[in-house]
């Protein structure tokens, strides 16, 4: 049978993983519509609609819709079909796929794609 860490043990590793680790990287791009960018965010099943709050999972956001909605009538507001990405720690193959499928219009999925 393991031992469980002692707490002192776990604070120094999480410690160390968080000063390795050089940020967590932001994609941000352009949906053809705003309709088009609500049914993208709708389409992933591993990046969650949230706003970042400093964790290490991956997140998908609609700035206009979320963080910047207080400057939607200022001249510098958010488009409404931005999609911002925070990217986590889950396996890069998973998050590519789910970023492929959630890209891919339903009707127009090819049996790769499904």
Avoid: W, Y
Wanted: glycine share 4%.
């Amino acid at each position: 049978m393991r031992s469980r860490a002692s707490s002192n043990e776990t604070r120094a590793c999480n410690r160390c993983s968080i000063q390795d680790c050089p940020g967590i990287p932001a994609i941000s791009f352009l949906a053809e519509s705003d309709e088009e960018a609500l049914a993208i965010v709708a389409r992933t099943k591993l990046f969650k609609l949230a706003e970042s709050l400093g964790g290490v999972e991956s997140l998908i956001e609609l700035p206009a819709r979320m963080t910047h909605a207080s400057t939607a009538e200022a001249p510098f507001a958010a488009p409404l079909n931005l999609i911002r990405l925070s990217v986590g720690l889950e396996s890069p193959e998973d998050l590519l796929e789910d970023l492929e499928l959630a890209l891919t219009p339903v009707g127009t999925r090819t049996a790769r794609s499904v």
